[in-house]
Nanobody, 125 residues
Framework: QKQLVESGGGLVQPGGSLRLSCVAS????????IGWFRQAPGKEREGVSC????????WYADSVKGRFTISRDKSKNTMSLQMNDLKPEDTAVYYC??????????????????WGKGTLVTVSS
């Protein structure tokens, strides 16, 4: 069964760090564009970061640029999002997703073919 499973969410104080991981089953992430999205209460799902499969370039939303880093581990078939200097406005459910159509970053939620169920990140003192 093709699936993505996130882990690593939790409660962190402002200025803290978290690392989200996403494990893929029966999906070889090397052949997919990959992305992290988030959805805060009452808001639409938005793109946070992605890596294009065509040329390996990465993209970050302006709100996280310089604080978040996306990565892919081909040997483990996983993807990660390192989040530093977290802010209360980063509070959201974070989702990993994979795009089979080789779209170019930035990727929108409509571009993605596979989704994880999400992991909650809460930034609060």
């Amino acid at each position: 069964q093709k699936q993505l499973v996130e882990s690593g969410g939790g409660l962190v104080q402002p200025g803290g760090s978290l690392r989200l991981s996403c494990v893929a089953s029966e999906i070889t992430l090397s052949y997919f564009g990959i992305g992290w999205f988030r959805q805060a209460p009452g808001k639409e799902r938005e793109g946070v970061s992605c890596i294009s499969v065509r040329d390996g370039t990465s993209w970050y939303a302006d709100s996280v640029k310089g604080r978040f880093t996306i990565s892919r581990d081909k040997s483990k078939n996983t993807m990660s999002l390192q989040m530093n200097d977290l802010k209360p406005e980063d509070t959201a459910v974070y989702y990993c997703a994979a795009d089979a159509s080789w779209g170019q970053c930035p990727l929108s939620p409509d571009d993605m073919d596979y989704w994880g169920k999400g992991t909650l990140v809460t930034v609060s003192s």
